[in-house]
């Protein structure tokens, strides 16, 4: 298990189940996609390859570099975040914030009937980042709180100007 796996004592999803790892390069450092029987469960920063990568994996790691070389706005790809109900609520809601554009922790909140604080939490602890886009989500004023990726809220500043949604 790694340690990101063992994040606030949960076990990863999958944990002590056959999972395929691809790593790949990015503008924000290795990435790791990780896939389970067929679907993405998380993309883990850093790089580490296990088992051999399957067509999922392979058309993930193509379409996060069509991403990255900015040919790709939108991920279709099959996921399956391992979290509560109210948590793949918000993470299917994430992924139809457009590329470019932000919502706000409360906004999100009261369309899905939650507390922007769970939200906020439940934002941290989506386990396909990027591919489920939480750096889009920001405070009502604008600002940029928390970000679960190496460099926090510097990385999620970065990938918002990648995609051109802070001029800054």
Request: contains cysteine.
């Amino acid at each position: 298990m790694l340690p990101a796996d063992r994040e606030s004592g949960r076990a990863a999803p999958g944990a002590g189940d056959a999972l395929k790892r691809l790593p790949l390069d990015s503008p924000f450092g290795f990435l790791t996609v990780v896939e389970r029987d067929g679907k993405i469960v998380a993309l883990e920063w850093g790089g580490r390859a296990s088992g051999k990568p399957d067509a999922v994996l392979i058309e993930a790691k193509r379409q996060l570099e069509q991403y990255f070389a900015k040919k790709r706005t939108h991920f279709d790809l099959p996921l399956a975040p391992d979290g509560s109900d109210d948590e793949k609520r918000l993470w299917e809601r994430m992924t139809k914030i457009p590329y470019g554009q932000t919502a706000t922790y409360g906004e999100l909140a009261r369309e899905l009937g939650q507390m922007p604080r769970v939200l906020g939490q439940a934002c941290g602890r989506n386990p396909i980042p990027i591919i489920i886009p939480c750096h889009r989500v920001v405070s009502a004023d604008g600002s940029l709180t928390g970000y679960s990726a190496p460099g926090g809220v510097e990385t999620k500043r970065r990938l918002l100007q990648f995609e051109g949604a802070l001029l800054l």
